[in-house]
């Protein structure tokens, strides 16, 4: 299935992420909405991303390249003014004028050029078809950072949550333990130990905001405003079974390599182009003048009946035929076929690359699916493990290291549950991406109309006036200058899923 309804679904990701659960009860019983879904940061990252808009532009540009193609086979007219005055003449005669001012237009029509026009429309043509395939690549591109900076902040706010969390318990163990202590219950080794675990918390702590921080920030530069309140992706849409269906469905579909082919079918138009050169040129020539002699004829002359002004017409046909050329024309046709050849391996290169990325894709998709599962069954496992530790500490039976070696455990399997969840949505999202279907009219956005690149072609392809320019450039991305700088302040939700549902409170030496 595509993928133009996944977005503006509600259900929650199959695998959804945790960390983001907008609507999981906090600690307080309070619940926080999503400011942001996934749709609004594609929206947003589509209407003012600068990456997306400098390609829009970049595509116009490449338009133009049909008008300029197209005027070498139109009519060219000139028109030329002049005046001239003669100081000194030593055959001059009582007949011949001392001034003369004239005005002419000359008009020239290209009849044979070899091909030469024809192919370079064909081949601006083709660059204009493939520049549409890579502004497509530019929109899978930018959705594909937009879902990773998205998915970014939620893991690392997950993650914060749950370093603050293990820091609260171990500052409660760490508390529990020197009671003991001063009862007699445990020694100076011990609280030695629950200290260091603090400390090592705590840095662990600093080092997961200062992730966030900076996937914040990332998001601000991808979309263009902080992320505030992130609700959870939408489901995925059914994936294929095996990498080679993906492959499949790449080749065709995948617009990199629907601009590469298209690129090596332009460069064989300009293989025509420059062989054009050893050929033939045929023009017709059309020119009227007016003259005058400003009153400088004598009146000899105009006894003689000579006028004071005139109109003067020609017309003629001009036929060039090369005949040498110091060898320009065969070496513009072998560098032609050079880059032609280019092109072609190109292709090659390209095609090799999408599959490798399908199928690397397609890989890290299935496995992390696979780490979630053991991720999750690790953290059942290890909050029963951890309760476990504690139940049989307070009879004697184990020691404060096996409490706080459970405590790290636990947090390492919630850290990979987070992780895993992650990179199983972005390896799905890439995958689309490399398939060709994470584009623009393969999202159903709904921030208004999708850019049209064909609009601007239609306009300017049959434009003759050497007078009509478009409008003067405006700045369309938005700054991000005026934006505040990201804290790692995060909400007190988390999925219960990741909560410790065990008690972080010990009993004393007298079993209180």
């Known amino acids: 299935m595509r993928i133009a309804s996944f977005l503006m679904s509600v259900s929650l990701l199959a695998v959804a992420m945790p960390a983001a659960a907008q609507d999981a009860p906090s600690a307080q019983g309070d619940r926080v909405a999503a400011t942001t879904t996934l749709q609004d940061a594609m929206v947003q990252a589509y209407n003012t991303n600068p990456q997306l808009s400098g390609a829009r532009a970049e595509l116009r540009a490449t338009d133009e390249g049909v008008p300029l193609a197209r005027a070498g086979g139109l009519p060219s007219v000139r028109t030329s003014s002049g005046y001239s005055e003669n100081l000194y003449d030593s055959g001059a005669t009582g007949v011949s004028p001392t001034r003369t001012g004239s005005v002419g237009v000359d008009a020239s029509l290209p009849i ?5 026009v024809q192919n370079s429309v064909r081949a ?5 078809e493939s520049g549409r395939a890579s502004l497509r690549g530019t929109e899978s591109d930018l959705f594909v950072s937009v879902v990773t900076v998205y998915l970014d902040v939620i893991r690392y706010e997950a993650i914060v949550r749950l370093n603050q969390q293990n820091v609260e318990a171990l500052r409660v163990n760490l508390q529990a333990t020197r009671d003991r202590f001063e009862v007699g219950d445990l020694t ?7 200290e260091a675990r603090l400390a090592l918390a705590e840095s662990q702590l600093r080092g997961a905001e200062a992730q966030l921080i900076a996937s914040r920030e990332s998001y601000i530069r991808v979309v263009g405003s902080p992320p505030g309140t992130l609700a959870s992706p939408p489901p995925l849409p059914d994936l294929p079974d095996s990498p080679d269906v993906a492959v499949r469905i790449a080749l065709d579909e995948n617009p990199d390599l629907a601009a590469a082919r298209k690129a ?11 062989r054009a050169s050893r050929l033939p040129q045929v023009s017709v020539n059309v020119g009227t ?5 400003l009153g400088s004829l004598g009146n000899q002359a105009s006894l003689l ?4 002004d005139g109109l003067s017409a020609s017309a003629g046909v001009s036929v060039s035929f090369p005949l040498f050329q110091g060898g320009r024309p065969a070496a513009q046709i072998r560098q032609a076929q050079a880059r032609e050849a280019q092109s072609i391996e190109q292709v090659t290169l390209t095609e090799r690359a999408i599959i490798a990325q399908v199928r690397s894709a397609y890989a890290n998709y299935r496995s992390a699916l696979r780490v979630i599962e053991a991720s999750r069954v690790a953290v059942e496992a290890n909050q029963l493990s951890l309760e476990g530790v504690r139940a049989e500490n307070s009879v004697g039976t184990r020691t404060i290291l096996d409490i706080l070696n459970a405590e790290q455990e636990l947090l390492n399997s919630q850290v990979n549950y987070v992780t895993a969840q992650r990179d199983a949505y972005v390896a799905g999202f890439t995958l689309l991406a490399a398939m060709g279907r994470a584009e623009a009219k393969d999202l159903g956005l709904g921030g208004g109309t999708l850019y049209d690149p064909r609009s601007n072609y239609n306009r300017v392809r049959g434009g003759w006036s050497d007078w009509s320019t478009g409008d003067a450039p405006e700045p369309v991305a938005t700054s991000t200058a005026q934006t505040p700088s990201q804290t790692p ?13 065990v008690d972080t409170t010990y009993p004393d030496s007298s079993g209180e």
């Open 112 to 116: 044979y050029s070899g091909g030469s």
């Open 124 to 128: 601006a043509e083709s660059r204009v």
């Open 188 to 194: 100076r080794t011990d609280v030695a130990q629950s």
């Open 264 to 274: 090596r079918e332009a460069s064989g138009y300009d293989t025509d182009v420059a």
């Open 289 to 293: 003048d007016y003259y005058n002699y």
């Open 305 to 308: 009946g000579y006028e004071n």
């Open 489 to 501: 302040d995060v909400s007190n939700t988390l999925d219960p899923m990741l909560r410790r549902p």
